[in-house]
């Protein structure tokens, strides 16, 4: 049973237009959530976080939204660049097993 | 600074065969973890180490798979008999700290059991 869903198992946007990648989980104990974004042959890195006291947070062109009441949180890309092309990991974790709960990726294509 | 390291990265072995796949976290971290990457499935928890200790390893799918961890700078996953099922893409990846808000993955092993 997954905990953390991604839905879309892929994502097409237009260079300059914004990417919306999206997750819903199902554990109401989860409260801090991540973005991984994996390049092809290379692992996984941490893109950015958000907190469950909080329901945004931004940093550049990448901003989370957390909506606790719909278990639901979003990565906006603005604007989208060819090289944001990769596949993004959405995770959760619970304050008392902090070991994060991965979803099954949703693999963005940006055209230039 | 060096990152996780794994190694083989890609291994290509027939069903029954054992497998090994080796780790090594980065360095003055105290948690390792063990992933599986399938389309399925996604990221997949496999095992969790926290100082060379087992803490978690609910993940491993059946007593085929083992893990060790005999100091801190070095892990491994083994397959013993390799299944054509097994195949995908194995991550290690450490911590330096219990959080989890920050987990560095390496390159990962692509394995192909045929």
């Known amino acids: 049973d997954q905990q953390v869903k991604q839905n879309s198992p892929s994502l097409s946007v237009q260079e300059g237009r914004i990417s919306i990648l999206n997750c819903d989980y199902t554990?109401?104990?989860?409260?801090?959530f991540l973005w991984y974004k994996k390049y092809p042959a290379e692992g996984p890195t941490f893109l950015i976080s958000?907190?469950?006291?909080?329901d945004k947070n931004e940093d550049g062109r990448f901003t989370v939204f957390l909506n606790k009441s719909a278990k639901h949180l979003s990565l906006h890309i603005v604007p989208s660049q060819p090289g944001d092309s990769a596949v993004y990991f959405c995770?959760?974790?619970?304050?008392?097993?902090?070991?994060?709960?991965f979803g099954r990726g949703t693999s963005l294509i940006v055209h230039p | 600074d060096a990152g996780v390291i794994q190694s083989p990265r890609h291994e290509v072995t027939e069903m029954g065969q054992e497998v090994t796949l080796r780790c090594k976290p980065i360095?003055?971290?105290?948690?390792l973890f063990w992933y599986r990457q399938t389309m399925m499935r996604g990221l997949e928890l496999l095992i969790y180490?926290?100082?060379?200790?087992?803490?978690?390893d609910s993940g491993m799918p059946e007593d085929r798979f083992s893990a060790k961890m005999p100091n801190a700078s070095f892990s491994t996953l083994k397959i013993q008999p390799s299944e054509p099922r097994d195949s995908a893409v194995y991550f290690c990846a450490s911590s330096p700290d219990s959080t989890g808000n920050t987990i560095y993955f390496g390159e990962g092993s692509w394995l192909t059991v045929v």
């Open positions: 958000i907190s469950s006291i909080k």
């Open positions: 554990n109401s104990m989860f409260d801090y």
């Open positions: 180490f926290n100082n060379n200790v087992p803490i978690d």
């Open positions: 995770a959760a974790r619970s304050g008392g097993s902090y070991i994060p709960t």
């Open positions: 360095s003055g971290h105290n948690s």
